[in-house]
């Protein structure tokens, strides 16, 4: 019993360092995005927020969505990532949409936005998600985690059908209407990067023509991360202590309380008769 005690408590604080390990970081990277996203945001880089590794330098889509008491400035990339695979590269591209909200309540999660082509019959279904905590909103594949509206998923027969409307969706009711023409002539980086990979054979790490890279950004958390742990660590060891040593030192020193004082008598006088 005692055994199987003490392998709980190791469990627990493994477990536990597992989290103050993970969101410490994620603290880091939180109040990086806060800060960081508040001056990108006053200075107007957008750009600042795209996910993707490359973008054209020229804005697709730049409008105000009103609805309710809510207003946006909503706009859209052209956006690529460049996958590495065995057989060699494969260039990834589509659009990414950002919304800034500039005026009423904020927009809550969860909600749904709905990317559409109606000369396609194609509709691809998103979930709406806040930016660290910032008035800003973009759209990502649950599944795949991925921000980019896959120029692949509004191709048949080799064909792209212009993508016309995005519906955003709450509570299965749609509350707002973005009108936009994407078309397949706003899809400017797949030559450029497959033109520069044919060359190079490898991925760009620079901005090249009009293609912009974002580099990766580098968050150090270390320092965070190693304080809490030590702090962690410490508090793990205390209880260590005061829980299999401490306790077990002075188990059984204290006065017996009148029940268990009559059950000792009654064990001695038994032990006593039988002598």
């Known amino acids: 019993m005692r055994f199987l005690r003490r392998f709980l408590f190791a469990l627990a604080a493994a477990m536990g360092l597992y989290l103050v390990f993970n969101m410490s970081h994620a603290y880091v990277v939180t109040t990086y995005l806060q800060t960081e996203g508040a001056k990108a945001i006053e200075r107007e880089d957008y750009a600042f927020f795209i996910s993707a590794r490359y973008h054209d330098e020229d ?23 460049i996958m590495t695979l065995i057989e060699g590269y494969l260039v990834v591209e589509g659009f990414f949409v950002l919304m800034h909200q500039i005026e009423g309540e904020p927009l809550s999660e969860p909600f749904t936005a709905l990317v559409s082509s109606t000369d396609g019959d194609i509709e691809q279904r998103y979930m709406g998600i806040n930016l660290g905590g910032l008035p ?12 980019i509206i896959n120029k692949n998923l509004f191709t048949k027969e080799g064909i792209f059908y212009d993508i016309d409307q995005i519906t955003i969706r709450k509570d299965d009711e749609d509350i707002g209407v973005i ?14 990067l497959e033109g520069y990979l044919l060359e190079h054979d490898s991925v760009p790490k620079t901005s090249f023509e009009t293609v912009v890279y974002a580099p990766v950004i580098d968050i150090d958390s270390s320092s965070v991360v190693i304080r809490n742990v030590i702090i962690y660590l410490l508090v793990v ?25 009559r059950d000792l008598e009654k064990l001695k006088q038994n032990n006593g008769q039988k002598r």
Do not use: C, H, W
């Open 59 to 81: 804005l697709v889509f730049d409008d105000v969505l009103t609805f309710d008491d809510k207003t946006f400035v909503v706009k859209v990339y052209n956006v690529a990532n």
């Open 136 to 147: 800003l909103y973009t759209f990502i594949i649950a599944e795949t985690q991925s921000t």
């Open 179 to 192: 009108n936009v023409l994407l078309q397949e002539g706003d899809l400017k980086l797949r030559d450029p």
């Open 237 to 261: 060891l205390l209880l260590t202590i005061l829980l299999f040593y401490v306790k077990s030192k002075y188990m059984g020193r204290g006065k017996p309380t009148p029940g268990v004082q």
